[in-house]
């Protein structure tokens, strides 16, 4: 992670305003930083000293649960907010969030900012808008793992979480986030490899038709 400095920001502050969340002026309170993929933006049980706006690059967010299992809750893309949830104090700790490529995020300090923003009318009525089009995208891809074949969710999946062409998610979180069996994961990815969608690699896969990925993707979209 790396905070950007007065020269850096700026450009990024120009190109991807926020103002309109706010009634009051929100750049004075922001910081810009930079991680790195495979970074975490937030550690699971911690709790979050920034309000996030993540404006480039995409992040996984899970949970570690008692026995050691760790399940894939969701992906992140930009734009959006991380850490709306803390803020209300409706989670007292994070779940983790992990880059999946580099990514740039502005970081509103909650402290500096807790009460301007719990009785901001403007941010207020954006942050309910948000946390509504959330939890309809997490009915929507309930519904859709019911209703689509795998070759069509993994193909979305591949094309979510892959970076730079390349796939190396672990099958077990993949099956759990799925909602299908090891064995019926490891025959679709075979099919792939056979229809040159993918090729395999010592440590994942490389896209080599992105296209046709895209074409079994088209009818779902997380």
Known sequence: MRKLPIDESLPYIEQYPISQYFSFDIVPYINVYEFDKGEFIFHEHSFPDYLYYMVEGKAKLYITHKNGKISLIDFITAPTFMGEMELLNAERYSKGIQTLSKSVCFAIA????KEK?????VFLKMLCLFLSHKATTATTKYTQNQAYPLE??????????SDQQFYKEKH???CDYLGVSYRHLLFVLAQFSE???I???NRGYILTNRSE??????????
């Open 195 to 197: 229809a040159g969608y």
């Open 152 to 161: 069509n969710r993994l193909a979305s999946f591949i094309l979510l979480s």
């Open 117 to 121: 923003l719990l009785t901001d009318p």
């Open 199 to 201: 090729t395999k690699q």
């Open 213 to 222: 990925l895209e074409k079994l993707a088209a009818e779902i979209s997380y």
């Open 172 to 174: 077990t979180e993949v």
């Open 110 to 113: 909650i402290q500096e900012v």
